[in-house]
């Protein structure tokens, strides 16, 4: 049974920063790329960011480009999202997905889900 589980969410000041793990169990995560999206209140669920199986491709939406960071522990099949310089922009509930497809942030391709996890940036 495929399990991805988000941790690492909460509320923060703008400006400051937050690190979420995804942790993924029942899968081969070398052939699996790993995608964040978001989903603010009343809006449309986001791409955000992915990470190929190898980890060795990232790909990133404009808006978070040089803030956010992606990576991959291979040991612990977990992937990470370092957020800096958070945004009140930022807001919203964050998946992790996994698909076959490196390279894609069309929500679409992914075949897990997570349970997601709340980031809340205000002052």
């Known amino acids: 049974q495929v399990q991805l589980a988000e941790s690492g969410g909460g509320l923060v000041q703008p400006g400051g920063s937050l690190t979420l793990s995804c942790r993924a169990s029942?899968?081969?995560?070398?052939?699996?790329?790993i995608g964040w999206f978001r989903q603010a209140p009343g809006k449309g669920r986001e791409g955000v960011t992915c990470?190929?199986?190898?980890?060795?491709?990232?790909k990133y939406v404009e808006s978070v480009k040089g803030r956010f960071t992606i990576s991959k522990d291979h040991n612990t099949n977990t992937v990470y999202l370092q957020m800096n310089n958070l945004r009140p922009e930022d807001t919203a509930v964050y998946y992790c997905?996994?698909?076959?497809?490196?390279?894609?942030?069309?929500?679409?391709?992914?075949?897990?889900w997570g349970q997601g996890t709340q980031v809340t940036v205000s002052s």
């Open positions: 997905a996994a698909c076959q497809l490196a390279g894609t942030l069309d929500a679409d391709e992914y075949d897990y």
């Open positions: 990470i190929s199986g190898s980890g060795e491709t990232t």
């Open positions: 029942g899968l081969n995560s070398e052939y699996y790329a």
